[in-house]
C-alpha cells in the first residue's frame, strides 16, 4: 500500500469524519420515526462513548452507529472492547442523571450501508 501524502490524508480523515456524522443524523432520523426520543447525542467520556442515546417510554437505549459499504463489514465492525467501553459510558450517563435511574437499558446498533438506504435497527445487540 502507498504512503498517503499528509494532505491526502487530511482529506481521507475528512471524508470519514462527515460520512460518520451523516450516517448518525440518518439513524437518529430513523430512531424518531419509530418512536424513540434522542436524548443525547456524541456523549463522550474518556473511558468510553455512545453515538447516541434515546428513550422511549422507561427503556434507554445506547446506540452504536456503523457505516459501512456492505451489511456484514458493519455488523462485524464492533469489538468486544468497544462494547465494553460504551457500557460504561452508559453507566455514566444513568449515574449524572439520576431522572434515567430504573430505566430498563438496551444496547443497539444502526447499520448505515447507504445515503439511500434505510437503516438496519438491531435491537439488543448485546447484553
Request: charged share 30%; glycine share 4%; hydrophobic share 45%.
Amino acid at each position: 500500500m502507498a504512503h498517503l501524502t499528509k494532505e491526502a490524508l487530511k482529506h481521507k480523515r475528512r471524508r470519514a469524519y462527515f460520512r460518520g456524522r451523516t450516517a448518525e443524523y440518518l439513524a437518529a432520523t430513523a430512531l424518531r420515526m419509530k418512536g424513540y426520543h434522542i436524548v443525547a447525542r456524541g456523549y463522550r467520556k474518556p473511558f468510553g462513548e455512545i453515538d447516541i442515546i434515546a428513550r422511549r417510554n422507561n427503556l434507554l437505549v445506547a446506540v452504536e452507529v456503523k457505516a459501512r459499504p456492505r451489511f456484514a463489514e458493519a455488523a462485524e465492525a464492533i469489538s468486544a472492547k468497544q462494547k465494553r467501553r460504551i457500557s460504561r459510558a452508559l453507566e455514566a450517563f444513568v449515574m449524572e442523571r439520576p431522572k434515567f435511574d430504573g430505566f430498563n437499558v438496551r444496547f443497539d446498533v444502526l447499520l448505515v450501508t447507504s445515503l439511500w438506504k434505510w437503516p438496519s435497527h438491531i435491537e439488543g445487540a448485546w447484553e
